[in-house]
C-alpha cells in the first residue's frame, strides 16, 4: 500500500519529487543532527491524488493520526491540550521553490482554552499568547477561509494608531482576536473553528488547494515549472520568535545572493515570527547585529550555515529562528540569486574545491547569461537621485511609476514601461511584478517577498526604500526634499546600487556585452591553445575589463563551454556591421543571411519593376540593375566573416510586401486621380493579388515563376567569393515541398557554380511539413539543411504568428494548452518530432548531410538541447543570442553526459 506520510528521519534530499524541496531539505537537516523542529511530510503523491479525485487516498488521514500521535509523545504535549498545547504550522513544500506563490498557516492548535495554556506555558506571558491567537484566525480566515486579508490588517491597523505591532497590550491583543472572530464569522456565516485537528485538517486542504491558486499558475508559467507535480505539505512543531527581545526570527544566506560574494547576509527580527520578515511589513536589521543581541545564537547559526554549504556544495538560504536563546532551522533550500551572483558562485565553488568545471557550467543558464547582456545606467549625465533603499535584485529600469498590480498590467499591456511602486509586495502582486520593468518598495530587507520573487524572475528590484512615503490612496509618494512623483511620471531605479532616480536615466552597454564585443580582439592576439589556458586560469589577462570579477567569471564558465559542446553556433545576419558584431559575439559562421532585407528602402523600386515587368527586356534590366548590388552585398558579408562559412538564402518574401498596395492605386483610380501608369499598376497588382501571401508566390515558387531572379542572385554570390579570398557560401532554396522544386533551382545554381570556379554546398530550407515528411527524397538533391522553424511551426500548428499571438495566445497558456508559446521555444512533440524525422530520413539518404537551425528558436536554451538531442550540427540566431546558445550547447553536452551515468 502506497505511503503517503512520511517522518522527518525518514527522508532525505534526494526525495523532492516526493516530499518537495521544503520537506527533503528538512528531513536532510534532520540527519545531519542539525536543531530541526520535529514534524512529518505529506507526499505530492497525496496533492495530486487529492486534485485529480477531489478527496484525499485512502489511508492518509489514518497514517497523519499516526505521525501526529508520535510527535505530540516527542514533545509531550498533545495538539491543543488546555494546559500545555502542542502548535504546529502546516507549510506547503513544492519540488521547485515557490515563495509565497502556495499558503502557509501558524499556530495551528489554539482556540480559546488552548490560548491561557500557552500563555502559561510561555511564563505567564500572556501578550504572546493572544499575538500568536490573532495571527492564527488572520492567516487561517485569509488563507483556509478566503476572507480578504485587507480586513484584517485594517481592524489591526485601526488598533495600533500608527505604533509597532510589538507595541500593542495583551488586552488589545485579546480584543483584537474577538474582532477577527467576529470577522470570520461575518464573513462566512460560521464560527472560526475550535478544534485543533479540524483547524489542521482544513489547513493541509488549504494547501493541497493553493497549487492551483492563480498566483501559483501564474509564477508556474513565468518559471516554467511543469503544473502536474503537486505540493507537498510539511506539519512541523511550532517555535516562537515572539517570546520577547531574547527571541527572533531571521532569514541567512552563505553568501549573497546579489552579488555572490562571500560573507554573512541575511536579516533578522527580534521578537518576530517568520511571516514578519518575508512579508516585508517591519524593517528588519542586518543578520550581523544578531551577533550584539545574542551571541551564542550567532556563532552556531555560523557554523551551522558552513555545514549547510559544504554539504549542498552552493548557496543556501536559510530560515532560523531563536525561542528564548535557543536556535532552531526551520527551512534550507539552494537559493535563488541573481545572474551576477550564480557566476561569480559557480567559479567561487571550482576555486574551493567544491566543484568541477563541468557542474560550474551546468549550474548557470543561458537566461541569466542574457540578464547580465541588459543595459545598465550610465555613470554620468543627468542624474537626479531622489532616494536610496537596498539593491535587492540588480539591473537598471526605467518606467512609469505605478502603484498596483492592476494598473502595472493594464499599462504593460499597452506597450508602457513601468516601475511597479508598493510600501510591500505580497503574492497577489506577481501578475504585476511580471509585468512591470521593475520594482521599488519602502519596506521589506534582502528577503522580503519582492526581493526573493524578483531575484528568481531576473527583474530589477530595490526594496526598504524607507525615505519614501507611498500614499494610502497608492496614487503617489513622496521622497525627501519635497519630491512627489506621482501615477505615470518616469523613475528610474538601479538595482546594483539601491539607488531611485527621477525621470529617465541613459543607458549603457553592460561590462558582459563589453568582455563579448572585446573577445574577438583577444581571440585575434592570441594563439588558440593560450586563449584557452587563459580561460582555465580564470581569464587573469583581462583585468582591464570593467567589472573584473565578473566578466572573469562569464569568460572562464565560456571558455569551458565553448571546449566541451558539439553544436556549432552560427548567426542570422544580413549586412556586413551585424556579421562583424556577430563574430565578436564569437559566431562561427552566419547560418541565415536574408537576401529579401537587402530590397528594401530604395531598392524597393527595382524589385517592383522585376515583379512587374511586362516583357523579357524589362525583366532583364531589372535584374542587370539589381546584380551589381547583390554582389556588393555579399562582398561586405563575407569579408566581415573571414572564411567562416555563410549560408545564403535566395529570396524569401511575400511577394505583396514588393508591390504597390492596392487600395491606395484603387483610391486613385475611383477617385480619377489615377496617371495612365497607376492603371497599369493597378490592373498587374490584381493580377498579383494573394488572399494569404504568407502561403502564395514566395521562395522557391517566386524564382521558378520569375525567369532568372534565382540566377541573378547565384551569379552575384558567386563573383563575390571570387573577390574575396577564403569565402565560403552556401546557397539555400527556400520553401520547398516538393524534390522537384529544388531540383529545377539547383541545376541551374550549379551551372553557374562551375562557370565561376566557385564551390559553394547547395542546399534548402525546411520550412513546410512536407518538406519535413519527404526529407529523404529532397536530401537526393540537398547537400544540407537549414530548419526553418518559425515558418515550419505556423505550418504545423495552423497559426499565423502575426495575427494569432495577441489575438489567444494568452488564454491558451492559461488553459495550459501551452505550457510557453510555441514560437519562443520549440515544440518538441510536434515541430521537434518533424525535425527529427527530416533529419534521421535525409541522413539515410545522404550520410554527410549537413543539419541546422535558423529559426529564432536557435537561440532559445532549451530549443538549443533539442538541436543537440536531435544531432543537428549547428544552431543559428540573432547576434545577440549567440553567447546564451554557446552556453546553453555546452550544458546541454553535459547534461546529457550526466543523464547517461545515470
Not at 11 to 17: A, E
Not at 667 to 690: I, N
Request: glycine residues 10%; contains cysteine; negative net charge.
Amino acid at each position: 500500500m502506497a505511503k503517503f506520510v512520511y517522518d522527518f528521519t525518514e527522508g532525505n534530499r534526494d526525495l523532492k519529487d516526493l516530499l518537495g524541496g521544503k520537506g527533503a531539505n528538512l528531513a536532510e537537516m534532520t540527519n545531519l543532527g542539525l536543531p530541526v523542529p520535529p514534524g512529518f511530510t505529506i507526499t505530492t503523491e497525496a496533492c495530486r491524488h487529492y486534485l485529480a479525485e477531489g478527496s484525499v487516498p485512502e489511508g492518509m488521514e489514518r497514517e497523519i493520526a499516526d505521525h501526529l500521535s508520535a510527535l505530540e509523545g516527542a514533545m509531550g504535549r498533545k495538539l491543543g491540550q488546555a494546559d500545555g498545547p502542542l502548535l504546529v504550522s502546516v507549510r506547503s513544500g513544492a519540488k521547485f521553490s515557490m515563495p509565497g506563490m502556495m499558503e502557509t498557516v501558524l499556530n495551528i492548535g489554539l482556540n480559546d482554552e488552548s490560548v491561557y495554556g500557552l500563555a502559561k506555558q510561555a511564563g505567564g506571558n500572556e501578550r504572546f499568547a493572544w499575538d500568536s491567537y490573532r495571527r492564527l484566525i488572520q492567516m487561517f480566515g485569509k488563507t483556509v477561509q478566503g476572507i480578504d486579508g485587507e480586513l484584517f490588517e485594517h481592524a489591526l491597523e485601526e488598533l495600533k494608531h500608527g505604533r509597532q505591532d510589538t507595541d500593542l497590550t495583551a488586552q488589545e491583543l485579546q480584543r483584537l482576536v474577538e474582532t477577527y472572530k467576529g470577522i470570520v464569522r461575518e464573513q462566512t456565516g460560521h464560527d472560526f473553528p475550535a478544534d485543533p485537528r479540524e483547524q489542521m485538517r482544513q489547513a493541509v486542504m488549504a494547501v493541497f488547494d493553493s497549487w492551483n491558486a492563480p498566483r501559483a499558475v501564474l509564477y508556474r508559467r513565468q518559471e516554467r515549472i511543469p503544473a502536474d507535480l503537486g505540493t507537498a505539505v510539511n506539519v512541523v512543531a511550532m517555535v516562537f520568535g515572539n517570546l520577547g527581545d531574547d527571541s527572533g526570527t531571521g532569514v541567512a544566506f552563505t553568501r549573497d545572493p546579489g552579488s555572490g560574494r562571500q560573507g554573512i547576509y541575511g536579516d533578522y527580527l527580534q521578537n518576530a515570527q517568520g511571516e514578519d520578515v518575508v512579508a516585508g511589513i517591519r524593517n528588519t536589521v542586518p543578520l550581523q547585529d544578531l551577533e550584539a543581541v545574542d551571541k551564542s545564537s550567532y556563532d552556531e547559526l555560523l557554523a551551522i550555515m558552513e555545514t549547510l554549504e559544504t554539504h549542498y556544495r552552493d548557496l543556501c538560504d536559510i530560515e532560523f529562528t531563536i525561542e528564548r536563546g535557543k536556535l532552531w532551522m526551520l527551512q534550507t533550500r539552494v537559493g535563488k540569486r541573481t545572474a551576477a551572483a550564480a557566476f561569480r558562485i559557480a567559479t567561487q565553488l571550482v576555486d574551493q574545491g567544491l566543484i568541477t568545471l563541468d557542474e560550474a557550467v551546468t549550474r548557470v543558464t543561458g537566461d541569466q547569461l542574457a540578464q547580465l547582456m541588459f543595459p545598465r545606467f550610465a555613470k554620468d549625465g543627468g542624474r537626479k537621485k531622489i532616494t536610496k533603499g537596498m539593491n535587492a535584485s540588480p539591473g537598471a529600469a526605467v518606467g512609469k511609476a505605478v502603484f498596483t498590480s492592476e494598473r502595472a498590467v493594464e499599462l504593460a499591456g499597452q506597450g508602457e514601461d513601468v516601475i511597479l511602486v508598493r510600501r510591500e509586495t505580497n503574492p497577489d502582486d506577481l501578475a504585476g511584478m511580471i509585468a512591470a520593468r521593475g520594482v521599488l518598495t519602502s519596506r521589506g530587507g534582502k528577503t522580503s517577498h519582492a526581493a526573493v520573487v524578483a531575484r528568481g524572475m531576473g527583474k530589477t528590484c530595490v526594496c526598504g526604500a524607507e525615505e519614501l512615503e507611498v500614499s494610502a490612496s497608492g496614487k503617489r509618494f513622496t521622497a525627501p526634499g519635497g519630491v512627489e512623483v506621482r501615477e505615470g511620471e518616469v523613475i528610474s531605479i538601479d538595482g546594483s546600487t539601491g539607488e531611485v532616480f527621477l525621470g529617465e536615466v541613459p543607458v549603457v552597454d553592460s561590462a558582459v556585452v563589453e568582455y563579448f564585443e572585446g573577445a574577438l580582439e583577444r581571440r585575434s592576439s592570441l594563439g588558440e591553445s593560450e586563449e584557452r589556458a587563459n580561460g582555465e586560469r580564470s581569464g587573469r589577462d583581462h583585468q582591464t575589463q570593467p567589472d573584473d570579477e565578473l566578466v572573469r567569471a562569464v569568460d572562464r564558465v565560456m571558455s569551458h563551454a565553448d571546449s566541451v559542446r558539439r553544436l556549432g553556433v552560427r548567426a542570422n545576419a544580413d549586412n556586413p556591421e551585424d556579421a562583424a558584431r556577430a563574430r565578436r559575439f564569437g559566431a562561427q559562421g552566419i547560418g541565415l543571411c536574408r537576401t529579401e532585407h537587402m530590397f528594401l528602402g530604395e531598392r524597393r523600386q527595382l524589385v517592383e519593376d522585376l515583379v512587374l515587368a511586362a516583357t523579357g527586356e524589362e525583366r532583364q534590366a531589372a535584374l542587370d540593375a539589381l546584380e551589381p548590388l547583390q554582389k556588393a552585398d555579399f562582398i561586405g558579408i563575407f569579408r566581415a566573416m573571414e572564411g567562416l562559412p555563410v549560408t545564403i538564402r535566395l529570396i524569401d518574401p511575400p511577394l505583396h510586401e514588393f508591390l504597390p498596395d492596392l487600395v491606395a492605386l484603387s483610391v486613385k483610380a475611383a477617385t480619377g486621380e489615377a496617371t495612365e501608369k497607376d492603371r497599369a499598376l493597378l490592373a498587374a497588382v490584381k493580377r498579383l493579388h494573394e488572399q494569404n501571401p504568407m502561403l502564395g508566390l514566395r521562395g522557391v515558387r517566386l524564382g521558378l515563376v520569375i525567369p532568372g531572379l534565382f540566377a541573378m542572385q547565384v551569379r552575384a554570390i558567386a563573383e563575390a567569393a571570387r573577390e574575396v579570398p577564403g569565402a565560403t557560401p552556401e546557397i539555400m532554396i527556400p520553401l520547398v515541398a516538393a524534390v522537384q522544386e529544388l531540383e529545377a533551382v539547383r541545376e541551374e545554381a550549379v551551372q553557374i557554380l562551375a562557370d565561376t570556379g566557385v564551390e559553394a554546398l547547395v542546399g534548402t530550407m525546411i520550412e513546410t511539413p512536407r518538406a519535413a515528411l519527404t526529407a529523404g527524397q529532397v536530401a537526393e538533391a540537398a547537400e544540407f539543411f537549414s530548419f526553418g522553424t518559425n515558418d515550419l511551426t505556423q505550418m504545423t500548428w495552423g497559426f499565423s504568428r502575426d495575427d494569432v499571438e495577441a489575438a489567444f495566445f494568452s488564454r491558451y497558456l492559461e488553459l495550459g494548452i501551452f505550457g510557453v508559446s510555441p514560437f519562443e521555444t520549440l515544440d518538441r512533440d510536434g515541430v521537434g518530432r518533424l525535425v527529427r524525422l527530416a533529419a534521421e530520413e535525409g541522413r539515410a539518404t545522404r550520410p554527410g548531410l549537413k543539419l541546422g537551425i535558423c529559426g529564432e528558436h536557435g537561440g532559445d536554451p532549451d530549443s538549443v538541447h533539442f538541436c543537440h538531442e536531435a544531432g543537428l550540427d549547428y544552431v543559428s540566431c540573432s547576434p545577440f543570442r549567440i553567447p546564451v546558445a554557446r552556453l546553453e550547447a555546452g550544458r546541454a553536452v553535459l547534461a546529457q553526459n550526466d543523464s547517461d551515468t545515470r
